[in-house]
C-alpha cells in the first residue's frame, strides 16, 4: 500500500528555518489536497497549512507569514518551509494527502510517519 514518507525534521534554534518534504511511496494518480498536520506532546494533532491541486493554500494563523506549503503536482510532493520558528512549533509533523487515488482506483486519506521538529531556546 502506497505510503507518504516525510523528511527535513530536526533540531532548530529559535528563530531559525526548517524545511520539510513528503513524498509518496508509490504510485498515486490524483491528490486533491495535500496539507501539513503537526502533534506536540499532550496535545492533539492540529492542522498548521493546506494546498489545493490548484495552488489554493490555507495557514493556522499562528503560522501564517512564517510557514509556506508548495506542492509539485508531477512528482506529487509536498513541501513545508519554516520560518522563524518558534518554540511553540515543537512537534511532530504529518504529511496528509486527502482523496489520494491509488492505483486500485480507490480514494483514501493517507498519512506519513510523522517527523520531529524540535525549536529549542
Known amino acids: 500500500q502506497v505510503q507518504l514518507v516525510e523528511s527535513g525534521g530536526g533540531l532548530v534554534q529559535a528563530g531559525g528555518s526548517l524545511r520539510l518534504s513528503c513524498a509518496p511511496s508509490?504510485?498515486?494518480?490524483?491528490?486533491?489536497?495535500m496539507g501539513w498536520y503537526r502533534q506536540a506532546p499532550g496535545k492533539q494533532r492540529e492542522f498548521v497549512a493546506g494546498?489545493?491541486?490548484?495552488?489554493?493554500?490555507n495557514y493556522k494563523d499562528s503560522v501564517k507569514g512564517r510557514f509556506t506549503i508548495s506542492r509539485d503536482n508531477a512528482k506529487r510532493t509536498l513541501s513545508l518551509e519554516m520560518n522563524s520558528l518558534k518554540l511553540e512549533d515543537t512537534a511532530v509533523y504529518y504529511c496528509?494527502?486527502?482523496?489520494?487515488?491509488?492505483?486500485?482506483?480507490?480514494?483514501?486519506?493517507?498519512w506519513g510517519q510523522g517527523t520531529q521538529v524540535t525549536v529549542s531556546s
Open positions: 496528509n494527502a486527502e482523496g489520494a487515488v491509488t492505483a486500485d482506483g480507490y480514494a483514501r486519506d493517507l
Open positions: 508509490g504510485q498515486i494518480f490524483n491528490i486533491p489536497i
Open positions: 494546498i489545493t491541486k490548484g495552488g489554493t493554500t
